[in-house]
């Protein structure tokens, strides 16, 4: 009986785990925006990751989108990142957003997609605003 109860317990906290950290990948991503955190954002960055910022877009390497998105933080130092609508399709993650700076607004876009049981970053976009 005790280890029917110690089983039924470990099951059920393994179910409540998984529900609670499903939404973590893209949480985390969005407090790093809100600091200007990037090796909090470079943490969920795939092996290549497609970035577009305002001067230029490509496909980067994971230790290249963090350096280029170290820059874009360092350049524009954040204000503050006002998440307008998150959500999950087909177990793919999404955000938008806007992150101010001192140099200007921009429309934010996250992209994030399951791999290996977690979620990862496939892509992020800059917009500007005018």
Do not use: W
Not at 23 to 43: E, F, M, V
Not at 50 to 65: F, R, T, V
Not at 85 to 99: A, E, N, V
Request: proline residues 2%; glycine residues 8%; charged residues 20%.
């Amino acid at each position: 009986m005790k280890s029917l109860f110690t089983l039924l317990l470990f099951t059920v906290s393994f179910i409540f785990a998984s529900f609670s950290t499903s939404q973590s990948g893209i949480d985390d991503i969005i407090n790093a925006l809100r600091s200007g955190n990037a090796s909090g954002i470079s943490r969920y960055i795939d092996e290549n990751v497609e970035i577009s910022l305002p001067d230029k877009s490509d496909n980067y390497s994971k230790a290249q989108a963090g350096i280029i998105l170290k820059d874009f933080f360092n350049n524009n130092s954040i204000k503050s990142f006002e998440l307008k609508h998150k959500g999950d399709q087909g177990g793919r993650q999404f955000c938008i957003g806007t992150l101010h700076t001192k140099t200007g607004s921009y429309r934010t876009t996250v992209f994030m997609k399951p791999k290996a049981d977690k979620q990862v970053m496939g892509e992020i976009r800059f917009q500007p605003l005018n």
